[in-house]
């Protein structure tokens, strides 16, 4: 009892108040610390952004550490900064090794930043996404599947070469780099049914591709809701262009290649780091003239100094993998800061400590402010909050971002019933684009209706894809408002302006557009649904029991000679449905369990009526001959 009391004497009792401050100066090397810790605390966030500062701040530790052991002779001081030094060499370490271990082959590098990356996907989560995956070569002239023959038990994307696809010996498209080898197939089956491919890939050149497994990939979607939502709409915008490039009979032109990237080599980063931190070390080992060890150590220092540094220990040990870690470092080390200048300030009496702590203070301080404008909750119209959380969320579009969209060169514009959205061959397709917010449109051409458009689907995706080569046209259908509508619309020209200079989102938008086009295709009339389970299905990411692609890729083949097969195939042709029985190269499978986990996409959740009734419905599509 008399033990404690004599610590707590010590820690409060004992430390008079200041009236005055020293007159000497604290020694050099204690100034070399504040200039290190000062360039530390100027870090940002990210791998390289911690690295920076966890090395900077351990160097600062770690000379304070040496002035606290030969110029004030305080063992607390020297304990708490040796301490504070372990800790930021422990975190630069395991950062260090989170960046190594999301290095990957050069095939997963160059895919990453090819296609991964421009969505903001991140290399932890890309990690994930490549365990389950492995890359497979594939040489000239030989066949990724054959017609009627090769099972579809995987998903495929290619990484280099070219990949030629043809039915029956006729000629379809080519697959480039950074494409799908059978998108189409894979959207077709849900994870309980087995299929066989209807065409034949073979390589024209040697290629190399990165193939996923059925049950892998899809056990992946059960666990992370985000990747699946990332692979819906990554499938629906290449099964997009995949029809696109039917139409057109693509050659080689598009000149993807193999991109060169840069690979961080993480023995090149150790060997940098060792060098700068052993000549770090040698620059601040001090050489003692008349001093060389202390004769008498001090007492220990007041209660508000040991706050303070815990306060620091607090701020550099919280896990870099939380989510509001910065924060929290920043917070911290604020108060930390403050303890400090107050600790100077009353009991050390030295105003160069109290100085460089006013320094530490602001800079933190305007940083732990930063981070909380940044993650204050953005409000975003009543309105928008359903195509928000829909289309956007999902792909982790911050709320900033979309309001910039929204806010400043959108309106939202009402519709009531009857009237026209666009006429046929007369409303020019380059003035706007627009997303359905509330109602229903109605689409048909020269009187025969096609679709319906639900909200959060964009209204006119297939005229905004077709007429960005191609520009001047008109629609080839007619939209009118079935119901009382409100939807959002972009002028085109300051929304393309706008995505120019925000990337990530050009890409969000590239990938939605080509997404909502692959539904539209999928959702062409079919007479036995009435409007009730048209909408349920349209709801749903993914439509894969509504129409077969595999079939859509071959009507295609056979519809497709004309200049303009494509543009009537996606919103010019009518359509007639027929009953079809189940096709014989579908079949339930005996192996694969259904999983039953709740996620984004529709093909892990139970069947509904609606989607037994339709089960083996596969409308044909027919092209009107004119």
């Known amino acids: 009892m008399g033990e404690n009391a004599s610590i707590w004497w010590n820690l409060l009792g004992e430390h008079p108040l200041c009236t005055a401050w020293k007159q000497e100066a604290e020694g050099s090397i204690y ?46 001081i020297f304990s708490w900064n040796f301490v504070l030094f372990i800790i930021c060499f422990m975190q630069f ?50 066949c990724y599947a054959m017609q009627g023959k090769t099972p579809i038990d995987k998903l495929s994307l290619l990484v280099s070469g070219r990949i030629r696809v043809t039915v029956d010996g006729e000629f379809l498209h080519y697959i480039f780099p950074l494409q799908f080898l059978d998108s189409p197939e894979w959207d077709s089956l849900r994870p309980t049914e087995e299929g066989i491919f209807q065409v034949t890939l ?53 000149g993807l290649g193999i991109f060169t990237m840069n690979h961080i080599d993480p023995t090149s980063l150790n060997e940098l780091t060792t060098r700068s931190l052993t000549s770090e070390f040698e620059n601040l080992m001090p050489v003692p003239s008349n001093e060389t060890t202390c004769e008498n150590w001090q007492e220990i220092h007041h209660l508000v100094f040991h706050v303070a540094n815990i306060c620091f220990a607090a701020a550099l040990v919280i896990p870099t993998t939380l989510t509001l870690h910065m924060i929290f470092l920043r917070g911290l080390l604020t108060i930390g800061c403050a303890l400090f200048i107050v600790w100077a300030t009353l009991y050390r ?7 460089w702590n006013c320094a530490f203070l602001i800079i933190n301080l305007m940083h732990f402010l930063y981070l909380l404008y940044k993650k204050r909750p953005i409000k975003i119209e009543k309105e928008l909050t359903g195509v928000y959380r829909r289309m956007f969320e999902p792909l982790h579009v911050p709320p900033e971002l979309f309001k910039r969209l929204t806010g400043q060169f959108c309106s939202i514009q009402t519709l009531k ?13 380059d003035d706007r684009l627009s997303i359905l917010l509330k109602g229903k449109m109605k689409v048909s051409y020269r009187g025969h209706f096609l679709h319906n458009i639900y909200p959060c689907a964009f209204i006119d995706s297939p005229e905004f894809r077709s007429t960005q080569m191609n520009r001047g046209e008109k629609f080839q259908v007619t939209i009118v408002a079935d119901d009382t509508c409100r939807f959002l619309c972009w002028s085109r020209e300051r ?21 909502d086009i692959t539904n539209k295709l999928y959702s062409l009339n079919d007479p036995t649904l009435n409007d009730k389970n048209s909408k349920r299905l349209e709801r749903k990411p993914s439509l894969c029991s509504q129409i077969s692609v595999m079939q859509m890729r071959n009507s295609m083949a056979s519809s497709s000679d004309s200049e303009d097969g494509l543009q009537h195939f996606l919103r010019g042709t009518s359509t007639a449905s027929s009953i079809r029985m189940p096709s014989p190269y579908m079949r339930a499978s005996e192996k694969m369990k259904p999983i039953e986990e709740a996620v984004e996409d529709d093909v892990f959740e139970p069947e509904s009526p609606v989607r037994a009734k339709v089960r083996g419905l596969y409308p044909s599509i027919q092209r009107v001959e004119e």
């Open 31 to 76: 100034h070399l610390a504040s200039i290190l810790f000062i360039v530390g605390f100027m870090g940002g966030s990210g791998f390289f952004g911690l690295l920076y500062v966890f090395s900077l701040l351990g160097l600062g530790f770690l000379c304070s550490s040496v002035w606290a052991w030969i110029d004030v002779c305080a063992a607390d």
């Open 93 to 142: 370490v395991h950062v260090a090794y989170q960046v190594r271990s999301v290095t990957f082959d050069k095939e997963f590098q160059e895919l990453y930043n090819s296609l991964f990356q421009p969505l903001g996907i991140t290399l932890p989560i890309f990690r994930k996404i490549v365990l389950s995956c492995q890359v497979v070569s594939l040489e000239k002239e030989h």
């Open 202 to 254: 073979t390589a024209e050149t040697d290629c190399r591709y990165v193939a996923w497994r059925r049950k892998k990939l899809y056990l992946l979607f059960a666990q992370h809701r985000f990747i699946s939502r990332l692979f819906s709409v990554l499938i629906g915008s290449d099964i997009a262009d995949k029809l696109y490039a039917l139409n057109d009979r693509c050659t080689w032109s598009r």
């Open 349 to 355: 009496c030295a105003l160069d400590i109290m100085i």
């Open 417 to 429: 019933k009857g009237q026209t959205y666009a006429a046929e061959d007369k409303t020019s397709v």
């Open 495 to 515: 929304l393309t302006f706008f995505l120019e200079s925000e990337p990530f989102l050009y890409e969000i938008f590239r990938y939605l557009i080509g997404k």
